[in-house]
């Protein structure tokens, strides 16, 4: 869930042109909500039965799950944290972000206490997308998996001398909440975090220097046939390491007409295995106090830290720092035109993505809470 681009603000440029309609239709009485109408996580038997899957995930999920239409997208996302402190961010997408039929490729290459440099190239090429397991080629670039091991290649030589050729081994087994499916009615968002937690290994050229580098890695898969605009209004979304413990958390806030509810998602694990994979009125979330944005362009109050608990004593926070990987005023970055600025102003629609180098903790029943770090974003889409 991550690594959102230009192409979403054009997106929104569009939905602003239509949210005067959307606000007086909030003021209109409508029946209340089915289950099935309003945004869910999809965890029944019969649920598992239609999108053809088991509890135990097998390596096909990572392969294509849509068909190659405009009426879809798909990614398949990794990031690192390296050794030497440096974030590095890739992904591969088809249809991204859902309303213009390219394929696309990504980088990002945050070094310690330096500038983002980040590459999007867009194809208009179909690439290729095997079903059976990930394998992604889309141009002269590659991502190829079997949720064992992983290749990850961008080509310096096409995107400016940005770059990577790394192995990501998974030392954690793979997850998903339930089917992994957020519906509401007809439209759905699906992840599955393929390697949760894994030793990254490689070359990363940056500037056109290529230097070889090890840390710890995470891959994900999303797809959908819906603006992630249209049913979420916001969420948080972390992932790090305590100790020998990777932690995985996400709060999804989903939009007023479906629901207004929060579903939260939870997974903490080990090499050993899952200790903690728990969704919905099982995980309790709270938010720390509201606190200045590190940005200064960025006007509104954001929590400080966001925390999900159970009942058994297992709690984790994740929270917000100084240290921001990314800070993007959405709208902003796509839209220059004043009638649009000044539309969104007056509507209260300021969409903003964060990401920070998060401090973390871990409690557990009967141990002490532990320290860690990871990377935390919240993403605003209002």
Known sequence: ??????????YLSLAIGTLAIGLVACTTTHAPLSETEKLHLRVS????AELGIGTAIEKREDGRRTPQSPEFF??????????DGTVVVVWFGDNWLYGKHKRSVSIEVTPAGGATRKVLSDFDDAGTFAKDHAAIRIGPHSFEGDLDTYTIHVDAAKTG?????????RRVPSY???????????????WLVAVPEGKVSGT?????ATKTVTGSGYHDHNWGNVSPADIFDNWWWGRGLVGSHTVIASTI??????????????FVADEKGAEVNAH?????????EAARHPDPNHERPIASSVTLSMKDGTQVRFNTSQQMITSSDLLKEENKRFAIRLAAKAFGVQPWYTRFISPLSLAQPGKDTMTGIGTLEYFEMK
């Not at 869930?1 to 054009?10: D, I, N």
């Not at 798909?74 to 050794?83: K, N, Q, R, S, V």
């Not at 990363?204 to 056109?208: Q, R, S, V």
């Open 280 to 288: 919905s009125d099982d995980v309790v979330v709270s938010e720390g």
């Open 176 to 190: 998903r909440p339930a089917t992994g499916h957020l519906a509401a009615s007809d439209k759905f968002f699906a």
């Open 253 to 266: 806030r989903a939009k007023q007409n479906i629901g207004g509810n929060l579903i939260p998602l939870l």
């Open 74 to 83: 798909e990614w398949w996302y990794f990031d690192g944290l390296l050794d």
């Open 161 to 169: 001398g940005v770059g990577c050729d790394l192995v990501l081994h």
């Open 1 to 10: 869930m991550q690594a959102f681009t230009k192409r979403f603000s054009r």
């Open 45 to 48: 038997a019969s649920d598992f």
């Open 204 to 208: 990363l050229t940056l500037d056109n």
